[in-house]
């Protein structure tokens, strides 16, 4: 278990929708939390209410609630039945974009306040590099980019590495294969596409595990509930405790770029 007191930041992004950017983000929040963390999950995807639906939840109220000054942070924030924290972002997230000096020091003090509570932040992004999803990529201490086996999914995820790296000189970019035959496949996927990287961005991806394809999960997702809880035993179920566990195994960040703190205001700030 780590011991730093800041919360650690993950944003999950991929570059085509709809290749399991919520799956995994769901998922791993839960499995992390399994394991003794603390975990909150930012839904940051405009609109669509996904991560509460693939977390089996309802949230009465959401982001926008709270820079409205209707509702605090804790009062639009949802305890899921698996523990963690949920952040129901929807249109609160492009308004994020447009806050005053005074409403951002109320988001900065209130998401710092949870500081010392919460060990992981993940966040889960909108398919694409629209300028908000890079706002919050920039904002993040490890980026995650979900990539299947296809050619619109690899290019399409090499296309948003590249302006990572050459448009926001950002590193921490880890590759997860997700709906792969095995782990052996997923990491010849990661093997490809980090030697295109290398070769053209002259910059290597991190890896971190892969989730094999599993029909159980799109099962458990009509039923609402994450496949952690429906089918705790079968291989994607396994393979999100396998990388919950990496992610717990990596070593920090610098103490000083990390935390609630500095995410909030490197947002906060970029978009004014
Ligand atoms: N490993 C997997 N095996 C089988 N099905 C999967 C897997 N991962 C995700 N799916 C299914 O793929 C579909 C899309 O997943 P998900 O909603 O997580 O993608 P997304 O990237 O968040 O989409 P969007 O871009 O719309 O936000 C869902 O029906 C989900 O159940
Ligand atoms: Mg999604």
Known sequence: MKTTIRTEVIGVASGKGGVGKTTLAVNLAIALQMSGQRVMLFDADLGLANSQIAMGCTCPFN???????????????????????????????????????????????????????????????????????????????????????????????????????????????????????????????????????????????????SIEDDKLILEGHRKYEPVLSYAPNSVSSRSFIRLAKSVTQIPNISEVSGGMQFFVERLVQQQN
């Open 63 to 209: 982001l926008s609630h709270f820079m409205s000054g209707q509702k605090t942070l804790e009062e639009i924030m949802v305890t899921t039945r698996h523990g963690v924290k949920l952040i129901p972002g929807a249109s609160g997230v492009s308004e994020l974009a447009a806050l005053s000096r005074t409403q951002a020091s109320r988001v900065v003090q209130s998401f710092s306040a949870l500081e010392g509570e919460i060990d992981y932040l993940i966040v889960d992004m909108a398919a694409g590099i629209s300028p908000s999803v890079l706002a919050f990529m920039e904002a993040c201490q490890r980026r995650f980019i979900i990539v299947r086996d296809d050619p619109s999914s690899i290019a399409d995820a090499y296309g948003m590495i590249k302006v990572l790296i050459q448009e926001y000189n950002l590193d921490e970019i880890y590759i997860v294969p997700n709906a792969v035959k095995s782990q052996s496949d997923g990491q010849n996927l990661f093997r490809r596409i980090n030697q295109v990287c290398a070769q053209f961005l002259n910059y290597t991806t991190h890896y971190i595990g």
